[in-house]
């Protein structure tokens, strides 16, 4: 809960391709994946995966990463 919170805040504060909104996004996926919610994990990847290709690129480490949390979904 506190996770989304930070990143509910984040997104309103400094907006939602802010890297450090990002990477708070990037934390989540992998904990609603651990609760049990993988719709919810995937939307967020896929999410964090689109605004990263967009502001770093395709081959950026922070893009691969994203991909790499959503493989695991």
């Known amino acids: 809960k506190l996770k989304e919170q ?5 997104k309103k504060k400094l907006e939602a391709d802010y ?3 990002l990477a708070n ?3 989540l996926a992998p904990t609603y994946r ?12 896929v999410e964090v995966i689109e605004i990263c290709k967009k502001k ?10 994203s991909l790499n949390n959503l493989a695991f979904i």
């Open 34 to 45: 651990e609760q049990g919610r993988a719709a919810e994990a995937e939307k967020l990847n």
């Open 19 to 21: 890297l450090n909104t």
């Open 56 to 65: 770093l690129g395709t081959d950026h480490p922070d893009t691969l990463f």
């Open 6 to 10: 930070v990143i509910e805040t984040r």
């Open 25 to 27: 996004m990037n934390s």
